[in-house]
């Protein structure tokens, strides 16, 4: 017997013509008929909506300078600082590292100059939190940025470092002294 998923009629699964019987039994066979079904029709009786009525609501103009100006942050600060908390919390590198060592020059070199991001990858979601003047030890201290981005960026020439002078450094070094815990000397009575 043919396939039944034969594409033409004499067929067959491995490729062989189907015998002159089968073919002669398919052409005998009659088709079926299917009997009509009558539907008698259903009519559905009309509903009816009744009328809502909205009030009217006024609302009094108040002149834009009356209105006190908005106390907290804008909807694109708290976004960003949104973003960040994300950052912090998907990427390894973004979290916030508290300072323990004694500051050094390399991490407090600052952006001199930023160029124009090329457009895709490269930390483009972050590039907009970075400002110019940032140290690199900022960039690793703040959760959300990343001190890797500032010396990838450097590498690839977007951005431009420049040095920590002398009176930064030794602001910052003093800064730290201030906030390492002062240790007291206790002496044993004799």
């Known amino acids: 017997m043919a396939n039944s998923n034969a594409t033409t009629r004499s067929a067959t699964r491995k490729g062989k013509v189907a015998s002159a019987a089968t ?57 960003a600082a949104l973003f960040q908390q994300g950052q912090a919390l998907t990427i390894k590198g973004c979290s916030g590292n508290t300072q323990k060592a004694k500051p050094q020059r390399k991490m407090l070199r600052r952006i001199a100059s930023m160029g124009v991001h090329p457009g895709t990858g490269l930390g483009i979601k972050r590039w907009h ?4 003047g940032m140290s690199i030890q900022e960039a690793k201290t703040v959760p959300g940025l990343c001190q890797n981005d500032v010396t990838f960026w450097e590498k690839n020439k977007l951005i431009v470092m420049r040095d920590c002078t002398d009176e930064e450094y030794a602001a910052e070094l003093a800064a730290w002294e201030a906030s390492k815990p002062k240790e007291v000397a206790v002496i044993a009575a004799a």
């Open 129 to 132: 939190l970075y400002r110019v």
């Open 23 to 79: 073919e002669a039994v398919s052409e005998i066979v009659a088709p079926v008929t299917v009997p009509e079904v009558i539907v008698p029709e259903v009519t559905v009786p009309e509903v009816i909506v009744p009328e809502v009525i909205v009030p009217e609501v006024i609302v009094p103009e108040v002149p834009e300078e009356s209105i006190p100006p908005m106390a907290g942050p804008s909807a694109a600060e708290v976004a």
